[in-house]
């Protein structure tokens, strides 16, 4: 006998308002009223029914940096934040560039339960910039393979740019490109600019990002290839997405909710908490940010999930690690700086936290409309919520998060992953219970 | 004022409490008998990340002087580079009661991070970090200048600021902790700065900056500023495509000969030439110009020792909350054991 859920009277993204019975991981039925005999009430007045959001872009650190992040906690953290699928980068140790790595990951979401892990499979061996890496076979793999990164450092070298984007085709997928020109970039320590100038820190300049895309998305057009370009950060480079995408060339784009929300004004703490790649940038970038995620010339919000282990950030600038955890504020920063700003309403957030995420990484069964016979992969939010940041209290084991003691708006009050119910009340629940019946090695 | 980290945060009244109670400390050391019991019982330690044997000799006379003990850590070398932190450092620093660390760092940004952290309570004073800020070198530099200042004007220096004087720094500005702090402090004291340098060695943002930048030292030269700074050029930049060729730099850039005769034909101004030391003699600056009596490279030597002696002084010696008292006169009357 299956369990059954009844989610009453939630607001849809849409405005209206329904009930959502959920069962055997699907929405059996939405409509006023409904009813059915054993089915859990949950009263969702008040909440938000939005769909599971779908992460492209997160660090699992699992294999190799288990004192970062495991697949398990970084999984716990995904499901409180209301995620209930994401992208593992393969930046790992080993790098997930063999379908051996990628499976192993695969199972290991697998087994953890919490949300789907899609593993992201590298583009070139051991993300050396050098061969590529066996596409074809992650993309067979049991883990299915379809976005494909370098993540942490740029596929620099154009002929194996041209060559990525062209032989991912064969199986559909996307090469996600991290755009940062490595010359230009040596030592780079922070944004280059005002602030970088008279804190004496090696500028990162816009160009070192906005050289690559244009690089990119013009090889896409010669190819006839689909690109991702990760953690947009520069005004500069909207501008050339939006070219991009007027010419027709099949071009994505995310922005972090950091780069939502921050300037490099805060490195004048000189806090690492804030050292991040790309960097932080100018209050002008994150207005062409918001602006271009509204417009949709940035399809969708990564959060770029990077824990790191507290040493790896109690030192000096130049010493420190560079990345931000996010999954538990994502939902947060962006209903602050989208929703609360009038930019975006929550139909839009939807698109680029969900749907187009989805879209992009070829994930079937999530990113659907919350409708009678999709897969129950459901987030509940109370927008009218406010919570300060205190990292000590979240489910990643990274205390690096630069929201660390502002109050943001919005709570996820309950996650239904493939429907059932990760998240309660805004607490962990359980994990999905198909999870125990899987191994981590198989 | 609990720490001394970089000159942006000094207002306009504290830089002058610092210069005149350096020559406060100027005065001890005509004396016979060149020691203050101030600092009797306080430690000073001397962290020292990245080697300077002038500046660390420099805080240790200060520090001597007034009577503190020293320990100077040469970070370098030590434990710190098989990867003992700097947080370990400054526990460890903390567990033997220092009072003050002066630091320096390779890294910009350390002695505010550790100054920020909850490490270690002791006062930290930069003494130059990374390309950031070096501001006890600007501090003896603007004593240095108003000393020259107050001379010409036949006044005594104590009290007054640098208005109405021009000044040009020289050279390699991006990666220079002491342009900055100049920079910052000589504003701060009311004197107009131009910066001169090739293109490649200005920061992208210097135009938020408040000075003039000028690529051409014989125009800046021929227009009599009061001072001209010259920065010392770090040998890792002459491989790196910021300049074609050292004799390039030199013939655009450097204080040479031909430079130092145009000075002296064009007469009247008593135009100083400074340097933070050490020098390239040949390269950023001519041995004629550097031993010329228009040199002031020896008096900011000396005058390196006063300034930090007013600052240890200062920041050791204020009441607990941090403010920084005035220097009490008796203090510079007591004859030290
Ligand atoms: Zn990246």
Redesign the pocket.
């Known amino acids: 006998m299956s369990v059954k859920y009844i989610i009453k009277d939630a607001a849809m993204a849409d405005g209206s308002h329904a009930d959502l019975l959920v069962a055997d991981g699907r929405i059996m039925e939405t409509g006023a009223s409904l009813s059915a005999a054993g089915a859990t009430i949950l009263d969702a007045d008040g909440l938000l029914a939005l769909p599971g959001m779908v992460d492209l872009?997160t660090h699992l650190r699992e294999p190799g940096r288990e004192d970062a992040e495991t697949v398990e906690t970084g999984t716990r953290a995904a499901a409180l934040g209301g995620f209930t699928a994401v992208h593992a980068?393969a930046n790992s140790m080993p790098v997930a560039d063999t379908a051996g790595v990628v499976e192993q990951v695969f199972s290991l979401g697998r087994r953890a339960g919490w949300v789907e892990v899609r593993p992201v499979g590298a583009v070139t061996v051991g993300l050396a910039g050098e061969r590529l890496a066996e596409l074809g076979a992650m993309a067979d793999s049991r883990a299915q393979v379809r976005v494909f990164?370098d993540?942490?450092l740029c596929v620099h070298d154009p002929v194996l740019m041209r060559r990525a984007l062209e032989y991912v085709k064969a199986f559909d997928g996307v090469v996600a490109q991290?755009a940062?020109e490595p010359r230009l970039t040596a030592g780079a320590q922070m944004n280059e600019g005002a602030v970088s100038a008279v804190l004496g820190l090696t500028g990162w300049p816009a160009v070192a990002e906005e050289s690559i895309i244009a690089r990119d998305v013009l090889l896409a057009q010669h190819v006839g290839s689909r690109l991702h370009v990760?953690?947009v950060s520069t005004a500069g480079s909207v501008e050339i997405i939006r070219w991009a995408k007027g010419r027709g060339i099949n071009v994505t784009a995310e922005v972090t909710p950091h780069h939502l929300l921050l300037t490099d004004d805060l490195v004048h703490s000189w806090n690492p908490v804030y050292k991040v790649?790309?960097p932080l940038r100018t209050a002008e970038d994150v207005t062409a940010l918001r602006e271009a995620l509204a417009d949709g010339t940035i399809d969708i919000v990564g959060t770029?999930h990077a824990p790191h282990p507290s040493e790896h950030k109690e030192c000096e600038w130049a010493q420190a690690a560079m990345g931000m955890t996010g999954l538990e504020t994502a939902l947060s920063v962006v209903q602050h700086s989208m929703i609360e700003t009038g930019l975006m309403n929550w139909a839009d957030f939807a698109r680029v936290t969900s749907s187009r995420a989805a879209e992009i990484g070829r994930v079937g069964g999530q990113g659907r409309p919350l409708a009678a016979g999709e897969p129950a992969n459901i987030t509940l939010v109370d927008p009218a919520a406010r919570w300060t940041v205190a990292p000590d209290k979240m489910a990643t084991k990274g205390r690096n998060s630069p929201f660390a003691g502002l109050e943001l708006p919005g709570a996820v009050q309950a996650t239904f992953f493939r429907g059932h119910p990760t998240v309660l009340d805004g607490m962990l629940n359980t994990p999905h219970p198909s999870a125990v019946e899987d191994s981590a090695w198989m | 004022m609990k720490h001394l980290l970089s000159t942006t945060d000094l207002s306009r009244g504290d830089a002058i409490l610092i210069l005149d109670t350096a020559e406060e400390m100027a005065a001890v050391g005509e004396r016979e008998v060149k020691k203050l019991p101030a600092l009797r019982g306080r430690t000073v330690v001397n962290l020292f990340f990245e080697d300077s044997t002038r500046t660390r000799i420099s805080f240790e006379a200060a520090a001597k002087r007034l009577s503190a003990d020293v320990i100077n850590f040469a970070a370098k070398g030590s434990s710190v580079s098989k990867g003992e932190s700097l947080k370990d450092t400054a526990q460890t620093l903390e567990a033997m009661s220092a009072d003050a660390v002066v630091i320096r760092h390779w890294a910009s940004g350390a002695p505010a991070r550790l100054a920020s952290s909850d490490w270690i309570d002791a006062a930290v004073i930069n003494a130059g970090d990374g390309t950031h800020e070096h501001p006890t070198q600007a501090l003896l530099d603007a004593f240095t200048l108003r000393r020259h200042w107050a001379a010409l004007a036949g006044t005594s220096p104590g009290g007054s600021d640098l208005r109405g004087m021009s000044v040009a720094i020289v050279g390699d500005v991006l990666h220079s902790r002491v342009a900055r702090s100049n920079l910052w402090l000589l504003k701060t004291l009311g004197a107009d700065v131009t910066l001169v340098a090739p293109p490649t060695l200005l920061p992208v943002g210097v135009d938020s900056w408040p000075c003039r930048v000028n690529y051409n030292l014989d125009e800046v030269l021929q227009s009599g500023p009061d001072a001209v700074m010259m920065l010392r050029l770090q040998g890792e930049r002459m491989n790196a495509a910021f300049f074609p060729s050292t004799r390039e730099y030199s013939r655009r850039w450097g204080f040479d000969d031909a430079r130092l005769a145009t000075l002296d034909a064009a007469g009247g101004r008593s135009t100083v030439i400074m340097h933070p030391g050490p020098m390239n003699r040949g390269l950023e600056i001519s041995s004629a110009a550097a031993d010329s009596p228009r040199s002031t490279i020896l008096a900011q030597v000396r005058n390196g020792v006063s300034v930090r002696m007013a600052v240890l002084y200062l920041l050791l010696s204020g009441d607990s909350s941090g403010e920084p008292g005035r220097i009490p006169t008796p203090i510079l009357q007591e004859n030290p054991a």
């Open positions: 872009h980068m990164s993540d942490g991290h940062q990760c953690h790649n790309p770029d």
